[in-house]
């Protein structure tokens, strides 16, 4: 029952270097969100989808782009890395509807330096 | 638009004691309101959640909350605390009517000692 996965767990990458965050779900959930985690700030939105092939934007996406070409994966891409993207990224899922909780991942915990 | 506020960053209490993490929203309509903990080095934990109904929600590990409109509040509380409930835990409301994002709270570390 493995529910979200995120890898990598940990990351270092350098200024302007680019990678790709995985996270994948195996609940059949429709709808998936990428959040960043900075100390004393919450969880902000950057990016969610409602489905296969549809994704928007959401609180905080500059810097950062999705894909989502299957119910199960939404892999999340930083082009051109800058150290205010150093932060915790977290992955969810959830069904359909709007009272629905969200299952998250353990996250991925990336520096930029 | 919708926000949340937590306005302890933190909160200490004995063993044994009761624990109250605070919790005040604002959003247009009605609310759903949600409560998730968060452990070292994971990801959050969905508690408990209020829909409609009882104003009083029983989730897990023995946590409620009380959701009271008057006062746009959707308080955590637990009649005893355990040192293993030391954690962050994150309040998050979002609109009841078509798709609407969470919002979370800041966060509130609860630290239980022995």
């Known amino acids: 029952n493995a529910g979200v996965t995120q890898t990598p767990k940990f990351r270092i990458l350098k200024i302007g270097q680019s990678m790709t965050l995985q996270c994948a779900q195996d609940?059949?959930?429709?709808?998936m969100y990428w959040y960043r985690q900075d100390p004393g700030m919450g969880l902000k939105l950057i990016y969610y989808?409602?489905?296969?092939?549809?994704?928007d934007k959401g609180e905080v996406p500059n810097g950062y782009n999705v894909s989502r070409s299957t119910t199960e994966d939404f892999p999340l891409r930083l082009e051109l890395a800058a150290p205010s993207q150093t932060s915790v990224y977290f992955c969810?899922?959830?069904?359909?509807?709007?009272?629905?909780?969200?299952?998250f991942g353990d996250g991925t915990r990336l520096s930029i330096l | 638009a919708q926000s949340v506020a937590q306005p302890e960053d933190q909160v200490n209490v004995a063993e044994g004691n009761p624990l109250t993490v605070k919790c005040t929203y604002s959003?247009?309509?009605?609310?759903?309101l949600f409560w998730y903990v968060q452990y070292p080095n994971r990801g959050l934990q969905f508690l408990l959640k209020?829909?409609?109904?009882?104003?009083l929600v029983k989730g897990s590990y023995g946590f409620e909350a009380e959701f009271n409109k008057s006062q746009t509040s959707f308080h955590l509380k637990k009649p005893s605390a355990l040192v293993s409930d030391s954690a962050l835990y994150f309040c998050?409301?979002?609109?009841?009517?078509?798709?609407?994002?969470?919002?979370f709270g800041t966060g509130t570390r609860l630290l239980v000692s022995p």
């Open positions: 969810a899922s959830s069904r359909q509807a709007s009272n629905q909780p969200q299952h």
């Open positions: 609940m059949n959930h429709n709808y």
């Open positions: 989808s409602v489905g296969a092939g549809i994704t």
């Open positions: 959003v247009s309509g009605n609310p759903y």
């Open positions: 209020y829909i409609t109904g009882d104003n």
């Open positions: 998050a409301v979002r609109a009841n009517t078509g798709f609407q994002k969470l919002v």
